[in-house]
């Protein structure tokens, strides 16, 4: 069995003195995809949210390891710099900072970490272009402001374009589907199988089902009110699909 | 203030060797001096900025030094490819300045050879922009004038080498105050760039006035970059006057000074006139920053736009007032204004007073002002893709400059002002984070 990437035990967390995660348990190993359905208010974005180190969220049981460390004491950039990635569900506008200058301080800030040298100019300018063309993104946008003025699909895309110039081990996608077309929708997913191999694993969180039509998971599970109350395979979403949330919640109170 | 009254007199001493519409005009500035006084709090143009320390305060009228002294300085803040006044305590330095062979129909000069030389451009200009009615320090520069810069254009000459009027101060310990005044003239359809700089060293006061006057259709960029030393005064007016189409692009910049007040304004004589009045400032510590400007549309169909960003950290205070007219006759104005502030700390503060005073109906305006702090969900954003807290906010700090920054299109000052930037923004960072 591979290794473990990721391991959550008994996390609760809190949001304005609110319960909302009540004990989550979820082990992920290399190469393994996860998803984790569930209806509004299950505490899926928390989730991520707490993954990634977002303030206002309180951890008050339980913990998280990411490749044996303790994730929950790092910095949000200590997260990102040691392998996890957040794709985010709402991408933040960012005038005035140039989507070339934003990735390559964030590509060099991890090969920093790594021990490695800045890349040059002219290297990074042909990685992100080949990266661009994976995500079907014009580089017309390497010259505009992160995500001003994008479309609610080129925001996206411009997440999964930064994943794959940063090559996390672990992707955690949170809600990424939302609000995207069919083709977008496709451009996503295969930007995050491209991503795919026994190294990595990722952990996409999702409202529907049709995201993983695309981005088939090694594993489903469900959220709800605050715990994973069911856990099965890619046949899971499809049940899913044709029972809706309502009796999971139901057996969830 | 008795030592400043006292300096007058020592003025008077140079009298003899100026023409008689400069000694009428400093006998102009002095009485109204005497009337008017250095400003308090109580007018309401200086409400918020408290000149009492500057009052209290005994200056020396600055006296020219050895060139030697100021070089280091002004080697570091030299524009590669300008043309170069350099003016070390209020006084050209014919040594440090770099005057080439100039085209026909453009005058650089010093306002001191000019006010002999060139008395039918001087004559009618000097003093006729700055109102010493109702401004003490301006009638103050105007009872000492003697020195600054001198740039003139004969109609339709376009000048694109720019103009660099670099202002140094340096006092050893001893307060001094210099009073440089700087005329630009611009024929009819001439175009030119002239880049007004003050720093210094130790304690001092700068009191400056610029007038503007350009002829129909002229064409001039204006920058008036501040970065004087930390114990400074500072005080500059600007007063333009804008015949029909011609164009103003104003960009202030103010980093240094213990206290830093520029007042900067044009008004549109003729049909037809444009001006951009970009601004940028930061301060930090217990600086404080004072911006007032006035956009006069008194005729037909003018068009202006202003920007104003400031950044203010540490216990710093700001100002921002700017006042935009629209006479009766000033139909089809297009006139849009906004300042926007990011405050760095809790104790950082400004006053913003956007202020447009409409007398005409067929017109566009609009105007605002926003105080904020950065976005903290772009700094999560940032530090999300592993770019550390301080890093994430400099780089969100320098998005908000840059975008005034990118609009100085006088690539060697654009560079200057990066650095300065990047020097000073971590100490306002680490202190605010």
Redesign the interface.
């Given at each position: 069995m591979a290794e473990t990437i990721l391991q959550i035990e008994n996390l609760h967390a809190t949001v304005g003195g609110t319960a909302i995660l009540r004990g989550i348990d979820l082990t992920i190993r290399r190469g393994e995809v996860h998803a984790i359905m569930g209806p509004n208010g299950s505490g899926k974005s928390t989730l991520c949210n707490v993954l990634?180190?977002?303030?206002g969220y309180t951890v008050t049981q339980g913990r998280v390891l990411y490749e044996g460390q303790d994730l929950l004491a790092m910095?949000?950039?200590e997260?990102?710099?040691a392998g996890v990635?957040?794709a985010?569900q709402y991408?933040?506008e960012?005038?005035?900072?140039g989507n070339t200058y934003?990735?390559r301080?964030?590509l060099n800030?991890?090969r920093k970490?790594r021990g490695e040298e800045p890349i040059d100019a002219m290297d990074f300018l042909a990685l992100v272009k080949a990266k661009m063309k994976l995500v079907d993104l014009d580089p017309k946008f390497l010259n505009r402001?992160?995500n001003e003025g994008f479309s609610g699909g080129e925001k996206k895309r411009n997440e999964i374009l930064?994943m794959a110039v940063?090559e996390p081990r672990l992707a955690i996608l949170d809600e990424t589907d939302s609000g995207l077309d069919i083709d977008a929708l496709r451009v996503v997913a295969d930007g995050v199988n491209a991503l795919r191999n026994d190294q990595h694993a990722v952990l996409a969180i999702t409202h529907y089902q049709r995201l993983l039509n695309y981005l088939v998971p090694d594993f489903v599970h469900v959220l709800a009110r605050g715990r994973i109350v069911r856990s099965g395979d890619k046949q899971l979403a499809h049940e899913l699909e044709r029972t809706g949330y309502a009796d999971i919640e139901g057996a969830a109170a | 203030m008795s030592e400043l009254v006292d300096h007058l007199a020592a003025a008077r001493q140079l009298d003899g060797a100026v023409p008689g519409y400069v000694r009428a005009l400093r006998q102009r500035g002095a009485e109204q001096f005497g009337a008017l006084g250095v400003p308090t709090t109580r007018h309401e143009d200086w409400k918020y900025t408290n000149l009492a320390p500057l009052a209290r305060q005994a200056f020396q009228l600055a006296a020219p030094t050895a060139s030697s002294a100021a070089a280091a300085l002004v080697d570091a803040a030299r524009l590669d490819g300008a043309i170069e006044l350099v003016f070390v305590n209020g006084h050209l330095d014919a040594d440090l300045s770099r005057l080439p062979e100039l085209p026909g129909g453009v005058a650089v000069t010093s306002l001191a050879d000019a006010m002999i030389r060139h008395t039918e451009v001087v004559a009618p200009l000097l003093g006729s922009g700055a109102t010493l009615e109702h401004d003490g320090l301006a009638a103050l520069n105007a009872a000492f004038v003697a020195d600054g810069g001198f740039v003139h254009l004969a109609d339709g000459v376009a000048l694109d080498t720019p103009i660099h009027c670099l202002f140094l101060s340096l006092a050893n310990g001893t307060p001094t105050v210099s009073h440089p005044r700087t005329l630009i003239a611009a024929g009819a359809g001439s175009r030119a760039t002239v880049i007004e700089q003050h720093l210094g060293d130790g304690p001092y006061w700068t009191n400056a006035v610029t007038e503007i006057a350009l002829g129909a259709g002229a064409a001039l960029t204006h920058h008036k970059v501040q970065r004087e030393s930390a114990a400074a005064f500072h005080r500059s007016a600007v007063c333009a006057a804008q015949a029909g189409d011609s164009r103003l692009d104003s960009h202030a910049v103010s980093l240094g000074a213990r206290l830093a007040r520029a007042d900067i304004a044009t008004r549109f004589d003729a049909p037809g006139a444009a001006c951009s009045l970009d601004g940028l400032y930061l301060a930090g510590e217990s600086q404080h920053v004072d911006h007032h400007t006035s956009i006069d549309h008194r005729q037909p169909r003018g068009t202006s736009r202003e920007l104003y960003k400031g950044i203010l950290a540490g216990r710093a205070s700001g100002v921002f007032n700017g006042k935009v007219f629209v006479r009766p006759d000033a139909q089809q104005t297009d006139a849009q204004q906004m300042n926007q502030n990011l405050l760095l700390s809790d104790d950082a503060q400004i006053d913003t007073k956007p202020q447009l005073e409409i007398f005409a109906d067929d017109v566009k305006c609009s105007h605002g002002a926003t105080i904020g702090q950065l976005?903290?969900?772009?700094v999560?954003?940032?530090?999300?893709?592993?770019?550390?807290?301080g890093?994430?906010r400099h780089?969100?700090i320098?998005?908000?400059a840059?975008?005034l920054v990118q609009r100085i299109a006088v690539e060697p000052l654009r560079r200057q002002l990066d650095s300065a930037l990047a020097e000073r923004l971590p100490a306002l960072v680490g202190a605010s984070a």
């Open positions: 990634a180190g977002r303030d910095a949000p950039e997260r990102a710099r990635f957040l985010f991408p933040v960012i005038p005035g900072v934003f990735l301080t964030a800030a991890l970490q402001a992160v930064q940063l | 976005d903290e969900d772009a999560f954003y940032l530090r999300a893709r592993g770019i550390d807290a890093a994430a780089m969100l320098v998005a908000f840059n975008e």
